[in-house]
T-cell receptor, first 113, second 118 residues
Framework: GENVEQHPSTLSVQEGDSAVIKCTYS??????FPWYKQELGKRPQLIID?????GEKKDQRIAVTLNKTAKHFSLHITETQPEDSAVYFC????????????FGKGTHLIIQP | ETGVTQTPRHLVMGMTNKKSLKCEQH?????MYWYKQSAKKPLELMFV???????ENNSVPSRFSPECPNSSHLFLHLHTLQPEDSALYLC?????????????????FGEGSRLTVL
């Protein structure tokens, strides 16, 4: 089955700096890669996703890049703000949808004032 | 109430008790899921229902028993649990289980039920 590795497990950055979280996946047939954000005590929520026919996708301060050859994808957050503090999960799916998602272990992003 | 709601939010039970977790979605989705979230571990998919039919059971012990009476409601019945079953149990829904053809792959999660087994 699919295996998703996520790094780092904890990331601390100064407010205003950029943050990058990286994930690798094992199954080259995976074609859907979402990122979820979970604030403390709250539910996980989708923040951005990318499909395998696209190399990069942006939404305001967040972007995701996908390298199919190397089987890795990354989340980039620019101009970080205190509300970006949360746990971020990457995931990969073979079916292109919500079923069969394999999640990474999560990255705890801490924004230092 | 909109979105996905779960009850109870917190549950403490002994190893011999029987309890149930409830999930309700108000989004008109066709698929519902149970996930287990433990500290320092990835989200673990437990069960998937599509149009009230169970489509996936990821080798979950029989002490967890799901029930989906209709596409809006999902239950997780618990009996003779172990202390290692203590975790946050998240319910989620999605438009369909497969993406494409106008259907997104987005999961909508509930707030979770925090379970402690003594």
């Amino acid at each position: 089955g699919e295996n998703v590795e996520q790094h780092p497990s904890t990331l601390s950055v100064q407010e205003g700096d950029s943050a990058v979280i990286k994930c690798t996946y094992s199954d080259s047939a995976s074609n859907y890669f979402p990122w979820y954000k979970q604030e403390l005590g709250k539910r996980p929520q989708l923040i951005i996703d990318i499909r395998s026919n696209v190399g990069e996708k942006k939404d305001q301060r967040i972007a995701v890049t996908l390298n199919k050859t190397a089987k890795h994808f990354s989340l980039h957050i620019t101009e970080t703000q205190p509300e970006d503090s949360a746990v971020y999960f990457c995931a990969a799916s073979l079916g292109g949808g919500a079923d069969g998602l394999t999640f990474g272990k999560g990255t705890h992003l801490i924004i230092q004032p | 109430e909109t979105g996905v709601t779960q009850t109870p939010r917190h549950l403490v039970m002994g190893m011999t008790n029987k309890k149930s977790l409830k999930c309700e979605q108000h989004l008109g989705h066709n698929a519902m899921y149970w996930y287990k979230q433990s500290a320092k571990k990835p989200l673990e998919l437990m069960f998937v229902y599509s149009l009230e039919e169970r489509v996936e059971n990821n080798s979950v012990p029989s002490r967890f028993s799901p029930e989906c009476p209709n596409s809006s409601h999902l239950f997780l019945h618990l009996h003779t649990l172990q202390p290692e079953d203590s975790a946050l149990y998240l319910c989620a829904s999605s438009q369909d289980i497969y993406g494409g053809s106008g259907s997104t792959g987005e999961l909508f999660f509930g707030e979770g039920s925090r379970l402690t087994v003594l």
